[in-house]
């Protein structure tokens, strides 16, 4: 499941791509397909190890074949160069982080003037319900520590000289679930349910459940989605 969408982010052969926050790095395997030179940077030694393992099952299936690192590091005192990367994604990371302003200037830097850089955060008022329905969701270690508006969020990047191209929203489908399993408990039956058919969707990707979505994706997106580029 991919929140940034690459249709909007272009990325191909010889690109340079930091996916900071990768988790467990949906949007660096899909840069790595894309013949990027990819890496990925978490603070989670164990997600990285899945990370590294799973860079060399698509070398070795054929899908990919440019260099890919995984590298442990805090996302506010990134080991790399100024202007080293011509794309960097910060894909559902800056809620998590106590110094927000940091991060955003450590993936600034490192980006190359005339870069482009992917942010996507928990949409404002989706975010809210969660939060307002369990404790659980935003009290656990590592948990989301603030709620983006959109204009919070476009202030921030300005404020670190960058310049916003787009935006949209996504995962429409699946705020209910986490409202439901803010509700219920993700034990219940019908949280179960609803995350088969989550699943499902994700692997089939049937057209139908696609465009329902989309449609619905700018009044009910899970994700606030932003790309903002550079200065020259």
């Not at 164990?46 to 690192?69: C, Y």
């Not at 302003?101 to 600034?108: F, N, Q, S, T």
Request: overall charge positive; proline content about 4%; glycine content about 8%.
């Amino acid at each position: 499941m991919l929140t940034v969408h690459f249709g909007r982010f272009p990325v191909g052969a010889g690109d340079r791509v930091l996916d900071l926050g990768c988790g467990a790095g949906r949007h660096a395997f899909e840069a790595h397909k894309r013949g990027a030179h990819v890496v990925a940077v978490d603070i989670d030694s164990a997600v990285l190890k899945d990370v590294r393992d799973m860079f060399s099952a698509l070398v070795e299936a054929g899908e990919a074949d440019t260099p890919a690192l995984a590298v442990r590091a805090s996302g506010s005192f990134l080991p790399f160069p100024d202007n080293t990367f011509s794309h960097v994604i910060v894909a559902e990371t800056l809620e998590h982080v106590l110094d927000d302003r940091a991060m955003i200037a450590e993936a600034v830097r490192v980006l190359k003037p005339g870069g482009l850089i992917a942010v996507t955060v928990p949409r404002w008022w989706p975010e809210r319900i969660c939060w307002a329905l369990s404790d659980a969701y935003h009290e656990v270690e590592g948990g989301h520590v603030r709620i983006y508006r959109r204009s919070h969020l476009l202030r921030r990047l300005r404020g670190a000289g960058l310049r916003t191209v787009r935006t949209h929203h996504a995962h429409a489908l699946h705020s209910p679930f986490w409202w439901l399993q803010c509700l219920l408990g993700q034990e219940n039956t019908v949280v179960k349910r609803y995350h088969d058919f989550l699943v499902w969707e994700i692997i089939a990707a049937p057209r139908l459940v696609r465009l329902l979505d989309r449609a619905l994706n700018p009044v009910l997106g899970k994700s606030l989605v932003v790309y903002a580029r550079k200065a020259t």
